[in-house]
Nanobody
Framework: QVQLVESGGGLVQPGGSLRLSCAAS????????IGWFRQAPGKEREGVSC????????YYSDSVKGRFTISRDNNNNTAYLQMNSLKPEDTATYYC?????????????????????WGKGTLVTVSS
């Protein structure tokens, strides 16, 4: 069964850190581009960061650049999103997704790109 499962969300104070994990099963994550997306209540889904399937090149949205780091461990079929210096506006449900074909990383991270697989999300709340 093909599945993506996110974990690592929770409540954190502003300025704190969290590390999200995205565990894949039923397919080899190494052959896929991976994206992290988020959606806050009442807002549209936003592409946060993406990583390529070939050379591990990365893309970050301007809102998280310099604070978040995306990575992947193909041996463990898992992707990660390290989030530092968290702000209240980072509060959202975070989803990971995988796609076999994409044009550019920026295109992959666009909310309208057709990802092949999606996780169910993990909630991140940044509040004092």
């Amino acid at each position: 069964q093909v599945q993506l499962v996110e974990s690592g969300g929770g409540l954190v104070q502003p300025g704190g850190s969290l590390r999200l994990s995205c565990a894949a099963s039923g397919f080899a994550l190494g052959y896929y581009g991976i994206g992290w997306f988020r959606q806050a209540p009442g807002k549209e889904r936003e592409g946060v960061s993406c990583i390529s399937s070939s050379d591990d090149s990365t893309y970050y949205s301007d809102s998280v650049k310099g604070r978040f780091t995306i990575s992947r461990d193909n041996n463990n079929n898992t992707a990660y999103l390290q989030m530092n210096s968290l702000k209240p506006e980072d509060t959202a449900t975070y989803y990971c997704a995988a796609v076999g074909f994409y044009d550019t990383l920026q295109a992959m991270c666009a909310p309208g790109w057709g990802m092949d697989y999606w996780g169910k999300g993990t909630l991140v709340t940044v509040s004092s």
